[in-house]
């Protein structure tokens, strides 16, 4: 049964640290989400991708985050500095127009 | 933009009572429509899809019909069980869009037995 798989599921870390999470989508499937949820704010679009190139980034932070896909079978997300306001779930997924988006489990992201 | 709007939360009704949860949307070309639900710690889940106008998606008891005439996409099962307790997410996606889904805030939905 094909999957998006999110690693870690949980990271606690210090404000000022690095993070990155990593994801890896559908074989197959040609779009990458990153999408970060909270209580606050709902589900949020971060980036995304078409055939690995960035398409749309608007709604992440340029200072701090960063999102790349350096193959088809890796998509990541970094945060650096970390702060405690990054505090979330960042959701990956893939999928297209047709077929909709297909979510992992999600990286919950504690800064203290 | 395009835009997905839904009822807000938190609905909560008897178990086997008719469910309805309103979605009403915004785009500029001929979207594909999708209703999400998301458990407690988990991901959101594709729960059903519709990718033209009077298309019909069901799933696991729940249906919900494109609309082009009123631009809606209202979701509906007619005998809910406690666990359809969940947050359920209406979402487009628009051609022009190079395949972006855009959610909707999303309806939490509880149950009593």
């Known amino acids: 049964d094909a999957r998006v798989t999110q690693t870690p599921r949980h990271k606690v870390t210090e404000m000022g640290q690095e993070v990155t999470m990593r994801c890896q989508p559908i074989l197959g499937h040609n779009t990458v989400f990153w999408y970060r949820q909270t209580m606050m704010q709902g589900l949020e679009l971060l980036a995304y991708f078409r055939n690995r190139a960035p398409l749309d980034d608007s709604g992440m932070p340029k200072d701090r985050f960063s999102a790349e896909m350096p193959d088809a079978t890796l998509a990541t997300l970094k945060i650096q500095p970390s702060e405690p306001r990054d505090s979330a779930v960042y959701f990956c997924?893939?999928?297209?127009?047709?077929?909709?988006?297909?979510f992992g489990q999600g990286t919950r992201l504690t800064v203290v | 933009g395009d835009s997905v709007t839904q009822m807000e939360g938190p609905v909560t009704l008897s178990e086997e009572a008719f469910l309805t949860i309103n979605c009403t949307y915004t785009?500029?070309?001929?979207?594909?429509l999708f209703w999400y639900v998301q458990y407690p710690g988990e991901g959101l889940q594709l729960l059903l899809k519709a990718t033209k106008a009077d298309d019909k998606g069901s799933n696991k008891g729940f249906e919900a019909t494109y609309r082009k005439e009123t631009t809606s996409f209202h979701l509906e099962k007619g005998s809910v069980q406690v666990s359809d307790s969940a947050v359920y997410f209406c979402a487009l996606s628009d051609q022009d869009s190079a395949s972006k889904i855009i959610f909707g805030s999303g309806t939490r939905l509880s149950i009593r037995p």
């Open positions: 997924a893939s999928g297209s127009r047709a077929v909709g988006a297909f």
């Open positions: 785009a500029t070309g001929y979207p594909s």
